[in-house]
């Protein structure tokens, strides 16, 4: 079945700087990647999409771009805040389902 | 609007024990999904519904089993339960028929003994 690899597992920033987290799948047929956040507790909540006619969309300071040529989709986070340490996962669509990555643990170092 | 929520919020169940996770959606999205959460191993989907009285295996669907019989529930079942399902359930729903984001409800915190 499809699976979708992500990488790295878990991954600390100093505050301000840049992160990226990269995923990978093998299905040419998933045309939706979306990404999710998930705070300590909380429940997962979507942060950014982006469809497969597009190779990359901006909101505010997380970015996600694809390259379906090569199989993979990263997110971008700048200018990284404490409120950015979450678990995120990627995900992408298969049939009617949607798959997700095992998460990125992001911690901001202050 | 509610949103997704989900009861219990906890549970403590022995082995062999039953029980019923029951989710509830008041944004009249035609799918709803249940999915388990591991330390490690991401948000794995155990059923899913694109409709009701629809219902569909997901990645890990041994051990449970669901029912869909009015659209905004979506009741996951665990008939004898074993300590291989202690996990986070969240259960999920989206508006269906183009992909678009998936709601989660709070989830339920089992532990079986």
């Known amino acids: 079945g499809e699976n979708v690899e992500q990488h790295p597992s878990t991954l600390s920033v100093q505050e301000g700087d840049s992160a990226v987290i990269k995923c990978t799948y093998s299905?040419?047929?998933?045309?939706?990647f979306p990404w999710y956040k998930q705070e300590l507790g909380k429940r997962p909540q979507l942060i950014i999409d982006?469809?497969?006619?597009?190779g990359e969309k901006k909101d505010q300071r997380i970015a996600v771009t694809l390259n379906k040529t090569a199989k993979h989709f990263s997110l971008h986070i700048t200018e990284t805040q404490p409120e950015d340490s979450a678990v995120y996962f990627c995900?992408?669509?298969?049939?009617?389902?949607?798959?997700f990555g095992k998460g990125t643990r992001l911690h901001i170092l202050p | 609007n509610a949103g997704v929520t989900q009861t219990p919020k906890f549970r403590v169940l022995k082995t062999g024990q039953s029980m019923t996770l029951l989710c509830a959606q008041d944004m009249n999205h035609e799918y709803m999904y249940w999915y388990r959460q591991d330390p490690g191993m991401g948000l794995r989907l155990i059923h899913y519904?694109?409709?009701?009285?629809?219902?569909a295996k997901g990645e890990v669907p041994d051990g449970y089993n669901v029912s869909r019989l009015k659209k905004q529930n979506f009741l996951l079942g665990l008939e004898s339960a074993a300590p291989s399902q202690t996990s986070v359930y969240f259960c999920?729903?989206?508006?269906?028929?183009?992909?678009?984001?998936?709601?989660f409800g709070p989830g339920t915190r089992l532990t079986v003994l």
């Open positions: 299905d040419s047929a998933s045309n939706y």
């Open positions: 982006i469809r497969s006619n597009v």
């Open positions: 519904s694109v409709g009701e009285g629809t219902t």
């Open positions: 995900a992408l669509n298969r049939d009617d389902k949607i798959i």
């Open positions: 999920a729903s989206e508006r269906g028929h183009t992909y678009n984001e998936q709601f």
